[in-house]
């Protein structure tokens, strides 16, 4: 399974973007449940938010009411809409999925900068 996130870029606090992973190869089952994580350097990887194939859905505490996961089943996407951005969600985010949690397969990442 090829995972490949687009999307990341810089905004100011309180901007927005969108992140988009889309998944490829055998899907069958390996992307039942998907996720996004981040990771800045020196700190360990930290979920994010995560989404099942029926659409139960958990976030991390830092992104609750800010940030919105979603996902495109017909497509095999998945995609996470970051509002009222600050500068500590600056980091790498990474598209995850598998087929009894995520953590299997992952993207490349794709850098997200928070600054004025």
């Known amino acids: 399974v090829d995972l490949v996130e687009s999307g990341g870029g810089s905004a100011q606090p309180g901007g927005s973007l969108r992140l988009s992973c889309v998944a490829s190869?055998?899907?069958?089952?390996?992307?039942?449940?998907m996720a996004w994580y981040r990771q800045t350097p020196g700190q360990q990887r930290e979920l994010v938010a995560a989404i099942s194939h029926v659409g139960l859905i958990n976030y991390a505490d830092s992104v609750k009411g800010r940030f919105t996961i979603s996902r495109d089943n017909t497509k095999n996407m998945i995609f996470l809409q970051m509002d009222s951005l600050k500068p500590e969600d600056t980091a790498v985010y990474y598209c995850?999925?598998?087929?009894?949690?995520?953590?299997?397969?992952w993207g490349q990442g794709t850098q997200v900068t928070v600054s004025s």
């Open positions: 995850s999925s598998g087929r009894y949690g995520p953590g299997k397969y």
């Open positions: 190869g055998d899907t069958r089952f390996s992307i039942n449940a």
